[in-house]
C-alpha cells in the first residue's frame, strides 16, 4: 500500500540516536515509520521515561505512534518517518478502504507489541528480558535474516532502558550469558556468537 | 454517538464473573462494551494469564478488545457487551465520519491503558500497584464518586492477577496497608477506610 501518496505527505529522514517528543500542542499527529528502527517510551509526570515498545521496519509502513500525550522516540538506527495530523488521517480515509483496513491492522499489531511487552515485565527475569531483547535487535527486518552470530550495537544503558532494569542487573545479565560463551561485550557494543542459545536463553518461542 | 444504531448489532448481557475468550476461528472481532466492568487478559503460549488492562465504563461505549490472538475478558461486573467483526465494522465506518474519530480516540484511549500498565510494572513496588490498584476499583465510573471510604469486592487471588504479583507478596501487602489502618480485609472483600490515604501510598496522581 503507498501510504505516501495516500496521506500526501512528505516523508522525514532522522539520524540514528536523534530524539522526537511527539506531544505537540494539541498532540494531534500519528505517526508512521518508513524504514529503520525505533524505541518508543513514554515521560511520566514524576520524569521518568518508561520504554514502551521497541519498533523497526524495512519497506511496508508501520504505525510507530499516535497522538498520546508524554510519548517520544529514539531512533536506533538512520530512520525515515512521516507524520499526519489526526484529523487530516480520519478525512484522508474518507473514500479509502484499504486506508481504513491498514489502519486497524497497524493499531492491532501495536496493540501486540504493548501485550508482549506486558507479558514480559510480569512473566520474565531480567536475564530472560536481556536475551529475547538481544535475538530481537540481532534480528530485526533491516539485519540479515538467518544468521547464527551477529553484533549488536547497543550501550548497557540502552539495554537496560529496553529491558526496564537497572543497569548492574543489565551488567549481571550481561556478564552470567559470557561466562556461557553465548556472547561477549566490548564498549557500545554486544557480539553475540549464539542467536540459537540466546534464544533458549529467553525462554519463549519467539 | 450511538454505537448500537451505527453499527446495528444487538448487545449481549453477561453475569460478573464470566469468562469470555475471544479467539474464534478467524480472530476477527472487535469487541465493545456498554456498561459493566472486566479485565482483559491474554493467554501465553505457555498457558500462563496475563492482565492487560481493567477496564469500566457507565454510559459511553468503549473499545474493550480487538482481534488480538489469545485475548480473553474475565466480567468483573454485571456487563453490556456488543461484537462486530472487524470488516464490518470498516464497512460501517464508511461513510460516518464520525465513528471513525470514535475509533481513534478509542484507540487511543485503550493504549493509553496498555502504557499505564507497563509504566505500573516498570516504576511501582506491589505495595504501591496493590494501593493503585484498589483505588482505581474504588473510584470507577460504575461506583458512587466522591466518597472518602469504599469497600470493594474482590480476592487476593483476583488482586494478585490484576497486579501481576503472587498472592503471597499481594498478601504482605494488604497487610501493611492494614496495620497503617487505610483497610480492612475479609474474605472476599477489601473494606477501605481511608481512600485517600490509599491513593498517596500508589505513589502517583491518580
Known amino acids: 500500500?503507498?501510504?505516501?501518496?495516500?496521506?500526501?505527505?512528505?516523508?522525514?529522514?532522522?539520524?540514528?540516536?536523534?530524539?522526537?517528543?511527539?506531544?505537540?500542542?494539541?498532540?494531534?499527529?500519528?505517526?508512521?515509520?518508513?524504514?529503520?528502527?525505533?524505541?518508543?517510551?513514554?515521560?511520566?509526570?514524576?520524569?521518568?521515561?518508561?520504554?514502551?515498545?521497541?519498533?523497526?521496519?524495512?519497506?511496508?509502513?508501520?504505525?510507530?505512534?499516535?497522538?498520546?500525550?508524554?510519548?517520544?522516540?529514539?531512533?536506533?538506527?538512520?530512520?525515515?518517518?512521516?507524520?499526519?495530523?489526526?484529523?487530516?488521517?480520519?478525512?484522508?480515509?474518507?473514500?479509502?478502504i484499504e486506508l481504513r483496513q491498514y489502519t486497524i491492522a497497524q493499531f492491532m499489531e501495536f496493540f501486540e507489541c504493548c501485550h508482549q511487552r506486558i507479558e514480559d515485565l510480569v512473566l520474565r527475569s531480567v536475564e530472560e528480558r536481556v536475551a529475547r531483547q538481544l535475538v530481537l535487535l540481532a534480528e530485526r527486518p533491516s539485519e540479515l535474516q538467518s544468521k547464527s552470530s551477529a553484533t549488536?550495537?547497543?550501550?548497557?544503558?540502552?539495554?537496560?532502558?529496553?529491558v526496564a532494569a537497572s543497569r548492574p542487573s543489565v551488567n549481571i545479565a550481561l556478564r552470567k550469558l559470557q561466562q556461557r560463551g553465548i556472547l561477549t561485550t566490548t564498549s557500545g557494543f554486544i557480539k553475540i556468537a549464539s542467536i540459537d542459545k540466546l534464544r533458549n536463553m529467553s525462554a519463549v518461542s519467539l
Do not use: W
Open 152 to 162: 549488536v550495537r547497543i550501550t548497557q544503558g540502552q539495554l537496560a532502558s529496553l
Open 1 to 96: 500500500m503507498d501510504l505516501i501518496s495516500r496521506l500526501a505527505v512528505r516523508t522525514v529522514s532522522y539520524k540514528s540516536g536523534r530524539f522526537l517528543f511527539l506531544t505537540n500542542e494539541d498532540g494531534a499527529n500519528i505517526c508512521f515509520m518508513l524504514s529503520g528502527a525505533a524505541r518508543v517510551f513514554r515521560m511520566t509526570e514524576g520524569g521518568d521515561e518508561v520504554t514502551i515498545a521497541v519498533r523497526s521496519c524495512q519497506s511496508t509502513p508501520i504505525l510507530l505512534s499516535a497522538c498520546i500525550k508524554g510519548v517520544g522516540i529514539e531512533l536506533l538506527e538512520d530512520s525515515v518517518l512521516c507524520f499526519k495530523a489526526t484529523d487530516d488521517y480520519i478525512k484522508a480515509s474518507s473514500d479509502d
